[in-house]
């Protein structure tokens, strides 16, 4: 049991550990403290007191996660195909039925599918038959505006 006192060895258990979690799940969380504990293993194994093996293992990680992971989240996520809902974002609806929010009511339609549909602004009537840019989701609505006010905005 004399190994559980060696400082290398418990932050090599940890580093084994973290990378284990990190294999199963991807998701980019757990990546960034074993690089900390990594760092814990250099400064055990020099002879540093357990106090600075943890405080290096803390700091190491937040520079980690902080400066390096929006790096790897949008190398990993490049490829990423947006899929049902969110693709409709940025695309053209045709109005099937008025578009009032205050009433709460109005249709869109867009490939050959009805959505519920609400504008951006209040107070904003959209006819049937005009043409109106997806501009978000709330729930199971599409948040939408003319087209023309679109254009303008761009």
């Known amino acids: ?10 932050w090599l258990i940890i580093l084994v550990l973290l990378v284990v979690i990190e294999i199963f799940t991807l998701g980019l969380t757990t990546i960034w403290f074993a690089g900390g504990a990594l ?8 002879g540093g ?20 992971r929006p790096v790897a989240m949008k190398y990993f996520n490049r ?14 609806a045709i109005v099937l039925s ?9 249709q869109v339609t867009i490939n050959g599918m009805e959505w519920t549909a609400r504008t951006i602004a209040d107070g904003q009537t959209i ?28």
Do not use: H, Y
């Not at 049991?1 to 418990?10: A, K, Q």
């Not at 490829?79 to 053209?92: F, I, Y």
């Open 39 to 46: 760092a814990a293993i250099v400064v055990a194994a020099v």
């Open 98 to 106: 008025e578009i009032n929010n205050l009433q709460g009511i109005g």
């Open 79 to 92: 490829d990423r195909e947006k899929t049902n809902a969110e693709s409709l974002v940025g695309r053209q």
């Open 49 to 68: 007191p357990v106090w600075l093996q943890v405080l290096v293992a803390l700091i190491v990680s937040t520079v980690l996660l902080f400066f390096t």
């Open 1 to 10: 049991m004399e190994w559980i006192t060696n400082p290398v060895v418990v």
């Open 127 to 154: 006819k049937p038959g005009e043409v109106v840019v997806i501009r978000g989701i709330n729930g199971v609505k599409l948040l939408v505006e003319r087209e023309e006010s679109f254009r303008a905005s761009e």
